[in-house]
């Protein structure tokens, strides 16, 4: 039995300090991930009570509107690009290794700059509300509300060049995960044996490194409009607003499956264990995950039915949208036929699992119904459009967020969750959110435009506005006792052991926490569910319908082999402090940008410049010789 | 990406074949008598009517011989083609798509 | 057991170097980004209110120039790598040296070109054409730029000898981007400069 004997001196607050600011290991890069966008999530859900406040009753004065228009701005802003995304990627960062069974990711100090990176984008983005005051012209911020007849403070900037840098961070990761994806996984693990959850990573690190291109180009548009005097959204100079909305919605809607594609991932984890199934459809979900992809990028402009297109765009754009459904649809019919004749064991992790399909089904007909344009131009800027997203990406990806933490805990600490916060926080998010939000179809079918500060008493409204700002609170209750059942558990939670959910995918196979090097031994995949396989070689062991390629040698060849090497040498990649250099030097330049001093820019540049050279000419990693 | 990981994807990498200085030779002789052609065609009036098919034409031949030799992609693992090749395909889609948006008459009007 | 000696990196399923696969990824991200500027371009072409427009100010012959002189460095990087891929370092860094200054006399026709379009009255300012233009040809300026700068920086090491056999990827990676960046210029030279000015003041108007 292996394990690294290093003679440590007693280390101090500093070193541990210093052990996360260079780590480039990629749990700890996740849990760093993890912990910041939990934070930025829970700045969003502050924005968002302020507002649910403010529109509890009508013709209140909380907030002025000037305010309210940056609330709802830096809301979804947060929500999308410091919330929903980066706790995708903490997933990644944790799960992917371990899944596909390999000692960490490819570029781990590339992980450790697209976290810094992220980092730095977070905060200079929520700086604003310091400086000055934050994003008003909505999260799409459109053009020509940003230009600086109509916006002469420094929101507009702080978000277009904190979204520059976020999105270099993504890209990162991004090209991180799949070069891992595509190149590290162990031996025997072809494509069509990869955990889905896996999967859904490699699909949406495509969609980013395709569709942040796009953004980008966008933001650089908009920064040099306003910094430069350049004209692209300039009206007067023949410029059109019309090539902001259609840039940003190239990107925003492949970016819409990035936000959903982990969460259907991580329920296609926790369906199978918590049904004691395997995945019904397994080739069927992947091809629709593939097939949303590609479909992602026909559908943009279904968010401009009403700014005058013309018939025949309207017509294509909601023929391929309706069309889009379909692989949508086929992944629900094969997690309900997962779930249908199962064992079923209703943990935390299945509940929110469970509730992920209803909510999203709901959030997916709501789209549906504007997907078709007339349709659409009833509902275009109503509450119903707020009621729909928010069925997608909190009802969709929170709870398949929630559904994965609560799965994986026990993989990345070692200790279990407890259940009955768990439970209970479940059934107050679940009561919570729809009482938040289902009544916005309501109010949105009833004519109530989204981003109005407040409306007048008597339009009807006033009833339901209150249930939905009592739901809010609902929710905070659920988010409270998560936070505290979270600390609680990692202190004093139950001894989760390896497997504790009787696990099919590799990362159940090795010690909680993992080892810093993973696998002891890469393992050596003969099937889709290897350590299930393992655990129950017995062909009766594997329930009807189990995936059964190669029935033949099942019963000689264990599903998860090890390599034949006795004597290993174990590359564990050196701690840098390069990353967080450069990163910092992006951080300086992304400050300068906004209040345009140039000196800033080249120093900026140059440290990352600097940081960049110096990563390139360290060496990557220290050799350590592990005995057996 | 059907690669897989059998050991058949080995051989795509394993030994790169590159071309021959002989033959980078032949292939920048070719760029840049393409390129004369394109900006003789430039200054002949009676072509303008039809540079766009023309210079498309001429143009995607000489990104496809700097993509195949120079960046020897023809010789490398497939896989490496297929990136490449999406995320062009994927850019161009995109480009026609928003083209045919701003400039309707383009694909309306014959 | 041991580890084959001297082997850089663990084998990879694809047998792909993980540094190969991901500047391809990179090169097919950056094919988005140049797609969405010359799609700006295009959306924008015809569309300024007031000159100068590109048939006015475009410069042909100085164009076509400096277009063989990026075309010629890139033949001059692949025979670098042959140099590099066969032992002989010192052509190597011969090669790569001339890369590297055709690649900046390159960028010198450009600096000439904004100036005298500055001089002309065009700046990215005066209309659509302008912004368009300068965003452009800057960034893909700006790709020369950071490509000068690695391929000095690949002569620089190889000077120190800390450039020998095993580290050939690193010259295949500079030169796949060097490429990129060629293939780049060759779509705007065709779009923008030649077609753009043949298709002259009768478009769009
Ligand atoms: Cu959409």
């Known amino acids: 039995m292996a394990s690294i004997a290093v003679a440590r001196r007693e280390s101090t607050f500093w070193d541990t300090v210093w052990g996360w600011v260079t780590t480039v290991d990629h749990k700890r890069i996740g849990a760093l991930y993890g912990i910041t966008a939990f934070i930025f999530f829970m700045i969003g859900g502050v924005e968002a ?25 830096m809301h979804g802003t947060t929500m999308i690009f410091l919330a929903i995304m980066p706790l995708g990627a903490a997933f990644f960062n944790i799960i992917i290794p371990l899944q596909v069974g390999a000692r960490d990711v490819a570029f781990p100090r590339l992980n450790a700059f697209s976290y ?128 902001w909305q259609h840039l940003f919605w190239v990107f925003g809607h492949p970016e819409v499956y990035i936000l959903i594609l982990p969460a ?117 800027d109503t509450y119903f459009i707020v009621a729909h997203i928010h069925y997608v990406l909190f009802g969709g990806a929170i709870f398949a967020i929630f559904s994965g933490i609560y799965y994986w805990f026990p993989k990345a600490t070692g200790r279990l969750m407890n259940e009955t916060s768990g439970k209970i926080h479940f059934w107050l998010t679940m009561i919570g959110f729809n009482l938040t939000f289902f009544p916005m179809h309501f109010v949105g079918l009833n004519g109530m435009p989204r981003r109005i500060a407040t409306y007048s008493a008597g339009m009807g409204w006033d009833f339901w506005n209150m249930v939905e700002t009592v739901g809010a609170f609902v929710i905070i209750a659920g988010i409270l006792l998560f936070l505290h059942n979270f600390f609680r558990s990692l202190r004093k939670g139950e001894v989760a052991g390896n497997d504790p959910w009787d696990g099919r995918t590799l990362e159940w196979a090795i ?20 350590f299930w396989e393992q655990k129950h070689p017995h062909p009766l062991g594997v329930p009807a319908g189990a995936s059964q390629q190669r029935p033949g040698n099942r019963a000689q060849q264990p599903a998860v082999a090890h390599a034949a090497e006795t004597h290993e040498v174990i590359h564990i990649p050196s701690p840098s402090y390069w990353p967080l250099i450069t990163a910092l030097g992006n951080a300086i330049a992304g400050y300068s940008l906004v209040y345009r001093f140039i000196p800033g820019l080249f120093i900026g540049g140059a440290l990352t410049m600097f940081g960049l050279y110096s990563w390139y000419m360290e060496p990557t990693v220290k050799h350590e010789n592990k005995k057996h | 990406m059907a690669h897989g990981n059998s050991p058949a994807a080995a051989h795509h990498s394993g030994e790169r074949q590159h071309p021959t200085p002989a033959t980078y030779a032949k292939i920048a002789t070719t760029l840049v008598l393409i390129t004369m052609l394109e900006v003789g065609i430039f200054y002949v009036q009676a072509l303008h009517s039809v540079v766009i098919p023309i210079f498309f034409i001429l143009s995607v031949i000489k990104f496809a011989l700097v993509v195949m030799f120079y960046m020897h992609l023809r010789f490398d693992a497939r896989l490496l083609a297929w990136v490449f090749v999406g995320g062009l395909v994927l850019a161009l889609a995109v480009v026609t798509a928003l083209i045919g948006l701003f400039h309707k008459g383009l694909l309306l009007r014959p | 057991m041991s580890q084959v000696a001297h082997a850089p990196e663990h084998p990879t399923v ?85 890369t590297a200054v055709l690649g900046s006399t390159f960028l010198g026709f450009q600096v000439f070109e904004f100036q005298h379009f500055v001089h002309e009255g065009l700046t990215p300012r005066t209309n659509l054409f302008g912004t368009t233009f300068f965003t452009l040809t800057g960034f893909h300026g700006a790709h020369v730029t950071i490509g000068v700068v690695w391929l000095l920086t690949l002569f620089f090491l190889s ?4 450039l020998g056999a095993d580290k050939n990827l690193a010259v295949d990676l500079a030169g796949l981007y060097w490429h990129f960046v060629d293939i780049v210029w060759i779509v705007i030279f065709t779009v923008i400069y030649l077609t753009g000015v043949a298709l002259g003041p009768g478009v769009g108007k």
């Not at chain 1, 302020?50 to 909380?62: I, S, W």
């Open chain 1, 49 to 73: 009570t302020l507002m649910r406040m403010q529109l509890a009753r009508p013709e209140q004065t909380l907030v002025s509107p000037d305010v309210f228009n940056q609330l709802f701005s």
């Open chain 1, 116 to 243: 810094w990176t992220f980092l730095a984008g977070g905060l200079l983005l929520n700086s604003s509300w310091f400086l000055g005051g934050g994003l008003n012209a909505g999260w799409f911020a459109y053009s020509p509300l940003t230009g600086l007849t109509y916006n002469p403070g420094h929101g507009v900037d702080f978000w277009a060049v904190s979204l520059l840098v976020l999105g270099t961070a993504s890209m990162a990761a991004a090209f991180n995960f799949i070069v891992t994806i595509v190149n590290m996984r162990a031996p025997g693990m072809s494509l069509t044996r990869m955990p889905v959850f896996t999967w859904m990573t490699l699909i949406v690190s495509i969609l980013i490194v395709t569709a942040f291109p796009v953004i980008t180009v966008a933001l650089i548009e908009l920064v040099f409009d306003r910094a430069f005097g350049f004209n692209f959204f300039n009206v007067f100079a023949g410029g059109d607003p019309l090539l």
């Open chain 1, 264 to 380: 259907m991932g991580i329920v296609s984890e926790v369906l199978p264990v918590f049904s004691r199934k395997p995945l019904f459809g397994y080739p069927f979900i992947i091809f629709s995950g593939i097939a949303i992809g590609v479909m992602g990028w026909m559908v943009w402009a279904h968010h401009m039915f009403t700014v005058g297109m013309g018939p025949v765009a309207n017509t294509v754009f909601t023929l391929t949208t309706i069309t889009i459904a379909v692989p949508t649809g086929v992944k629900i019919f094969n997690w309900v036929a997962t779930v249908w004749g199962g064992q079923l064991t209703l943990k935390t992790p299945m509940l929110f699992s469970l509730g992920f399909i209803a909510m999203f089904i709901i959030g997916g007909l709501s789209g549906l119904m504007h997907a078709v344009s007339p349709s659409d131009a009833q509902q275009s």
């Open chain 1, 511 to 530: 010690p909680s926490p993992p080892p810093e090097y993973n696998f002891e031994r890469i393992p050596v995949v003969h099937s889709r569910d290897p």
């Open chain 3, 14 to 98: 694809t047998g792909i170097d993980n540094r190969k696969l991901l500047m391809w990824v990179f090169l097919a991200s950056d094919c988005l980004f140049f797609g969405s500027l010359i799609a700006t371009y295009l959306i924008y072409f015809g569309r300024s209110v007031v000159g100068p427009y590109p048939h006015d100010i475009l410069d042909i012959p100085v164009t076509s120039v400096s277009t063989f002189v990026l075309l010629l460095s890139s033949f001059m990087f692949v025979l670098s790598l042959a140099a590099h891929t066969r032992g002989d370092y010192k052509a190597f860094r011969v090669w790569v040296f001339c």
């Open chain 3, 159 to 162: 000077l120190r000898g800390k």
